[in-house]
């Protein structure tokens, strides 16, 4: 099993990121998938997550009409669309499966946000 997250970087203040997140080694259509993020000193906290199919969507606080999280089922892929950066959404950003068959954690990608 694998999550590969890619896209993060530095960006300023009011800037746009898309993540992305490639799986492998597992059924990716039957699992939710979702993005989580850390920031130093601070937990891990759910910054969105979609459905199996794509139908739904749920976010966490941090979002506030700014983050879409979508999917490409035919290409294994989960994305996340990040506008109006603020320096507060500088973390790492995971992208988390959860399925039948368990739990599955990417390794992470930087997201740097100067002000």
């Known amino acids: 099993v694998q999550l590969v997250e890619s896209g993060g970087g530095l960006v300023h203040s009011g800037g746009s990121l898309r993540l992305s997140c490639a799986a492998s080694?597992?059924?990716?259509?039957?699992?939710?998938l979702s993005w989580y993020r850390q920031a130093p000193g601070k937990e891990r906290e759910l910054v969105a997550e979609?459905?199996?199919?794509?139908?739904?969507?749920l976010y966490g606080d941090a979002r506030k009409g700014r983050f879409t999280i979508s999917r490409d089922n035919a290409k294994n892929t989960v994305y996340l669309q990040m506008n109006s950066l603020k320096p507060e959404d500088t973390a790492v950003y995971f992208c988390?499966?959860?399925?039948?068959?368990?739990?599955?954690w990417g390794q992470g990608t930087q997201v740097t946000v100067s002000s």
């Open positions: 979609i459905t199996s199919a794509g139908t739904g969507a």
């Open positions: 080694g597992f059924t990716f259509s039957s699992y939710h």
């Open positions: 988390y499966a959860k399925g039948a068959g368990g739990g599955y």
